[in-house]
T-cell receptor, first 114, second 116 residues
Framework: KAGVTQTPRYLIKTRGQQVTLSCSPISGHRSVSWYQQTPGQGLQFLFEYFSETQRNKGNFPGRFSGRQFSNSRSEMNVSTLELGDSALYLC?????????????FGNGTRLTVT | AQSVSQHNHHVILSEAASLELGCNYSYGGTVNLFWYVQYPGQHLQLLLKYFSGDPLVKGIKGFEAEFIKSKFSFNLRKPSVQWSDTAEYFCAVNAISSGSARQLTFGSGTQLTVLP
């Protein structure tokens, strides 16, 4: 079974631009979560989607948004990029929303903002 | 809000040495606890998890962890490490009241280097 696929692997953007990251979950997984990983803050929860609905959102500004499609694929968007948005963005999928559903992480998209 | 502390940022061991990585969390309610591992160049993988029941949980590759509720701790152990255990290890907590089982709070990670 293919794992979680994130595209692109690397991105370089300029301050003020916007960016869209894509995540394809494991087949059959309906929950997709996004995390930001930085050396200073570590791994931080961004948001979770299930059945095309955002179920939970972390403590990030409104510039960070996402969506989920009917095939469970998800995108996250960051508008008006800031230097501090440089990070590894991780997507994780799970079969459902119950506590017993572990997260399966992708390799991430490394975003560099210059 | 909950927080997770991993006190050891970098641990260096020789092969066959025993391992214990500390993890403490701050949250007074019910939690689910996890250890994830990230091998060089690979994605985060689940090592083990604790939801309820026996506080001593066993995971993959010979790892185990013990949940001590009174100490808010969930330390990871392995009796004899191998060179292939070189990786970064993350402790994570999910507060049941957070509304999402996928909203994990992660520790800052411990880099384990095993010398051959």
């Amino acid at each position: 079974k293919a794992g979680v696929t994130q595209t692109p692997r690397y991105l370089i953007k300029t301050r003020g631009q916007q960016v869209t990251l894509s995540c394809s979950p494991i087949s059959g997984h309906r929950s997709v979560s996004w995390y930001q990983q930085t050396p200073g803050q570590g791994l931080q929860f961004l948001f979770e989607y299930f059945s095309e609905t955002q179920r939970n959102k972390g403590n990030f500004p409104g510039r960070f948004s996402g969506r989920q499609f009917s095939n469970s694929r998800s995108e996250m968007n960051v508008s008006t990029l800031e230097l501090g948005d440089s990070a590894l963005y991780l997507c994780a999928s799970s079969p459902g929303t119950a506590s017993g559903s572990p997260l399966h992480f992708g390799n991430g998209t490394r975003l560099t903002v210059t | 809000a909950q927080s997770v502390s991993q006190h050891n940022h970098h641990v260096i061991l020789s092969e066959a040495a025993s391992l214990e990585l500390g993890c403490n969390y701050s949250y007074g309610g019910t939690v689910n606890l996890f250890w994830y591992v990230q091998y060089p160049g690979q994605h985060l993988q689940l090592l083990l998890k604790y939801f309820s029941g026996d506080p001593l949980v066993k995971g993959i590759k010979g790892f185990e962890a013990e949940f001590i509720k009174s100490k808010f701790s969930f330390n990871l152990r392995k009796p004899s490490v191998q060179w292939s255990d070189t990786a970064e290890y993350f402790c994570a907590v999910n507060a049941i009241s957070s509304g999402s089982a996928r909203q994990l709070t992660f520790g800052s990670g411990t880099q384990l280097t095993v010398l051959p």
